[in-house]
């Protein structure tokens, strides 16, 4: 059964940092595409970043040069490293993950997605 775990979200200030974290379980982690994406209230859930099988990436525009994404194969895990927080990067974020393979074209869109986690709220106050 995938499981997908987030965590490292909470409060900062404009200007801070957070990492955040995803530790799946239930699969070969390395088979899969990941991505970021966020959601804040009444807004549609949107993606920041996104690895591929082979390990290539790719960072939405409304976050590149502040976002990172990447992980580590042997700990199962996907970070997201978030830098210079403004307060429109208030959202709750999700990690997602693609076992089906569907096209990297999609790579920022919802539905290439079949698994998600729970969550983790992040708040960026002025």
């Known amino acids: 059964q995938v499981q997908l775990v987030e965590s490292g979200g909470g409060s900062v200030q404009a200007g801070g940092s957070l990492r955040l974290s995803c530790a799946a379980s239930?699969?070969?982690?390395?088979?899969?595409?990941m991505a970021w994406f966020r959601q804040a209230p009444g807004k549609e859930r949107e993606g920041v970043a996104a690895i591929a099988r082979d390990g290539s990436t790719s960072i939405a525009n409304s976050v590149k040069v502040r976002f990172t994404i990447s992980q580590d194969n042997a700990k199962n895990t996907l970070y997201l490293q978030m830098n210079s927080l403004k307060p429109e990067d208030t959202a709750m974020y999700y990690c997602?993950?693609?076992?089906?393979?569907?096209?990297?074209?999609?790579?920022?869109?919802?539905?290439?997605?079949?698994?998600w986690g729970q969550g983790t709220q992040v708040t960026v106050s002025s």
């Open positions: 997602a993950a693609d076992s089906d393979g569907r096209s990297w074209s999609l790579r920022f869109w919802p539905l290439k997605y079949n698994y």
């Open positions: 239930g699969y070969t982690y390395s088979r899969y595409s």
